[in-house]
C-alpha cells in the first residue's frame, strides 16, 4: 500500500529547486499579484481518502482549468453537436493564436484553447442564457463550496488586456461561429477563468473525471461514463497546449492547466490531483507543477501508460 502523504511530502522538498523557474502571467496584470514561490498539491482517491500538501486552502486563478467545467456543462447539455462547431486535435499552436482560425474557416482546433472555450461559452448561453452564474453555481455542486466566487479584480483586469481574445471572438463571428455578441461571451469567458479555488476545492470538484462521471456526494451523474472517457482523451491530447507531447511523456496522465499556475489531472479509476506554483514555462504551464506530477507518477508508478 502506497503512503501518498508520505509521497507528497517528498515531492514538496524535490520541487524546491523548480519553484524559481519560469515567469508569472504578466499579460493579464492582477495575475502577477500572487507570491511567485507558492506551491500546493492536493490528491483525493476514488474512495475518497484526501491528501495534501503546500498552501492547500489558498485559492489561486483557475483560468484555462475552466474549460474543462465549462465543456463538461456543454457536453451535458447539447453532447456530440458540440463538435460540429469545435474540432478535437491537438492545436500544436499557443492557447491564444490566431493563424489556424483563418484557414480553417473560424472552427477552433479543440475546446481547450482560447477560440475553442469562447465558443463553448457560446453554446452555453444559447441553453442557458446566464452563462456566468450557471458555470460558478455548477462548480460550486462539484465541489461542494457555496463561497467559491469570481475574482472581479482578475476578470476587470483581463477585460481591459484581452485584446487577442477579443480579436478572435470577432473573427469567429465573422464566419458565423459565435451566435451571440462577442463582447457578451467575452465577458462570461473573462469571468470563468477568474474563479478563484485552492488545489483542494479543484481537486474534489474535478473527481467526476477520475470516477466515471460520478461525484460520489451528489446524487446524479455529471457525465455518463462514455462523455468521461472522451474528455480525458481531449485533457490528454489537448490539455495542457503545445506542450501536450512533452506533458504525456513526462507525466502520462490526463490533465487541464491554466495561465493562474493550477493543473488539474487524474488517473481514470484511481484519482484525481491537482498541483499550484504560479511560475510558468514559454507554452504557459506550470514548470513547478508539471515536475510535482512527473515525480508523482514517477514516484507511485501510476499513469496512464
Ligand atoms: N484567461 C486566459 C486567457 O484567455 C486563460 C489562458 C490560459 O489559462 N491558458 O488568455
Same mark, same amino acid.
Given at each position: ?10 515531492? @514538496? ?10 515567469? +508569472? ?34 485559492? /489561486? ?8 467545467? %465549462?465543456?463538461?456543462? $456543454? ?8 463538435? @460540429?462547431? +469545435? ?14 482560425? @483563418?484557414?480553417?474557416?473560424? #472552427?477552433? =482546433?479543440?475546446? *481547450?484553447?482560447?477560440? &475553442? ?9 444559447? @441553453?442557458?442564457?446566464?452563462? !456566468?452564474?450557471?458555470?460558478?453555481? /455548477?462548480?460550486?455542486?462539484? $465541489? ?7 475574482? /472581479? ?15 478572435? $471572438?470577432?473573427?469567429?463571428?465573422? *464566419? &458565423? ?37 460520478? !461525484? ?13 472517457? =472522451? ?5 490528454? %491530447?489537448?490539455?495542457?497546449?503545445? $506542450?501536450?507531447?512533452? *506533458? ?20 481514470? &479509476?484511481?484519482?484525481? #490531483?491537482?498541483?499550484?506554483?504560479? =511560475? ?8 513547478? &507543477? ?16
Amino acid at each position: 500500500m502506497l503512503d501518498f502523504q508520505a509521497i507528497l511530502q517528498e515531492i @514538496e522538498i524535490e520541487i524546491q529547486p523548480y519553484l524559481t523557474q519560469g515567469k +508569472i502571467a504578466s499579460y493579464i496584470p492582477e495575475l502577477s499579484m500572487v507570491e511567485p514561490t507558492s506551491f500546493a498539491m492536493s490528491l483525493m482517491t476514488v474512495d475518497g481518502q484526501s491528501y495534501h500538501v503546500g498552501a492547500h486552502h489558498k485559492r /489561486f486563478s483557475i483560468q484555462s482549468i475552466s474549460k474543462l467545467f %465549462t465543456l463538461t456543462m $456543454a457536453i451535458s447539455l447539447v453532447d456530440e453537436k458540440i463538435w @460540429e462547431r +469545435i474540432g478535437k486535435e491537438p492545436s500544436g499552436s499557443p492557447f491564444n493564436s490566431l493563424v489556424q482560425l @483563418e484557414y480553417e474557416n473560424g #472552427i477552433p =482546433r479543440n475546446p *481547450f484553447i482560447n477560440a &475553442g472555450a469562447l465558443v463553448v461559452t457560446d453554446v452555453i448561453l444559447n @441553453e442557458l442564457k446566464d452563462a !456566468q452564474k450557471s458555470v460558478l453555481n /455548477f462548480i460550486r455542486t462539484l $465541489a461542494e463550496k457555496e463561497d467559491i466566487n469570481f475574482d /472581479f479584480s482578475v476578470a476587470k483586469s483581463e477585460a481591459l488586456t484581452g485584446f487577442r481574445n477579443r480579436a478572435m $471572438a470577432d473573427f469567429m463571428k465573422s *464566419f &458565423g461561429n459565435l451566435h451571440h455578441e462577442p463582447s457578451r461571451v467575452l465577458d462570461a469567458y473573462f469571468h470563468h477563468c477568474s474563479i478563484a479555488m485552492s488545489t483542494q476545492e479543484l481537486c474534489k470538484a474535478g473527481m467526476y473525471l477520475a470516477n466515471r462521471g460520478v !461525484q460520489p456526494w451528489l446524487s446524479e451523474p455529471i457525465l455518463t461514463q462514455r462523455q468521461t472517457k =472522451r474528455m480525458n482523451a481531449l485533457m490528454l %491530447t489537448c490539455g495542457t497546449y503545445d $506542450a501536450v507531447g512533452e *506533458f504525456a511523456y513526462r507525466v502520462g496522465l490526463p490533465a487541464k492547466s491554466g495561465v493562474g499556475g493550477g493543473i488539474l489531472a487524474c488517473l481514470p &479509476g484511481n484519482f484525481s #490531483i491537482c498541483v499550484w506554483s504560479p =511560475r510558468l514555462s514559454e507554452k504557459g504551464n506550470s514548470v513547478a &507543477g508539471a515536475k510535482a506530477l512527473e515525480l508523482f507518477t514517477t514516484k507511485t508508478k501510476m499513469s496512464i501508460f
